[in-house]
């Protein structure tokens, strides 16, 4: 399907078009519309050399799949983002040379714990817990107003402490846009092909399998967690 990002796109411009005028979307056209960004914006990772460069791997069909566990941290070209809130699994799908595949996060699903596989999900979720390690918080003078609250002499010793620094919404909009662009891409795309996965998960991994059912068929790999 080599025109699916360009059909989809189109719907994302004229379903824009109807909300400027007001006219509601149903579950369906809203559904289109999310797929539609993420086409836009995901162009996913540089692929590795070979599947052999990642951690683990497994062959469905003529396509050989490379995984890579990284836990709560997100890799992307530009340097690691991280979220307590979910986990990321970095793929890459090989084939022969001249070959290409129906991509889709959908078809990836990740089982934590030994617990029910959950599924992928949208890049879009994960952007509102995301952290940058680069970031250092400005001193908010939060540990001078806790000394002088002590002093016995001092004012405001029952105000709130300082609120916390927040990022600046510049830096916050180039994560989002750099996570957004490092996710698996969608849609008919010549091989290799690499990108991330998304999967809601807060807690401690000891063990992670990433399951594929696909298009190419079916297989599971055991991850490396940590």
């Known amino acids: 399907m080599p025109h699916l990002p360009v059909l989809r796109t189109g719907a994302f411009i004229v379903a824009a078009l109807l909300a400027s005028q007001g006219i509601a979307l149903s579950q369906t056209d809203q559904t289109d519309v999310k797929n539609a960004k993420e086409v836009r914006e995901s162009t996913g990772l540089p692929p590795r050399a070979t599947p052999g460069d990642y951690q683990a791997q497994g062959k469905t069909g003529k396509v050989t799949i490379g995984a890579e566990f990284t836990g709560h ?24 040379v001249g070959s290409s595949a129906q991509l889709s996060p959908d078809d990836f699903s990740l089982r934590i714990n030994g617990k029910k596989a959950q599924p992928s999900l949208s890049p879009l979720m994960v952007l509102k817990s995301l952290k940058d390690p680069s970031w250092i918080p400005p001193d908010t003078g939060a540990d001078k107003s806790s000394k002088t609250s002590f002093g016995g002499g001092g004012q405001g010793g029952n105000d709130p402490p300082p609120a916390p620094a927040k990022m600046p919404v ?29 999967f809601q998960y807060g807690g401690k991994v000891k063990s992670a399998e990433l399951i594929y059912n696909g298009p190419t068929g079916k297989v599971s790999i055991p991850l490396q967690a940590f």
């Open 73 to 96: 941290s997100v890799p992307t070209p530009e340097g690691p983002l991280s979220t307590e809130d979910f986990v990321v699994v970095e793929v890459g799908l090989f084939g022969a």
């Open 170 to 198: 510049k830096m916050q909009l180039a994560n989002e846009k750099r996570t957004q662009k490092a996710a698996l891409p969608q849609g008919e795309r010549p091989l290799p092909q690499a990108g991330l996965l998304f």
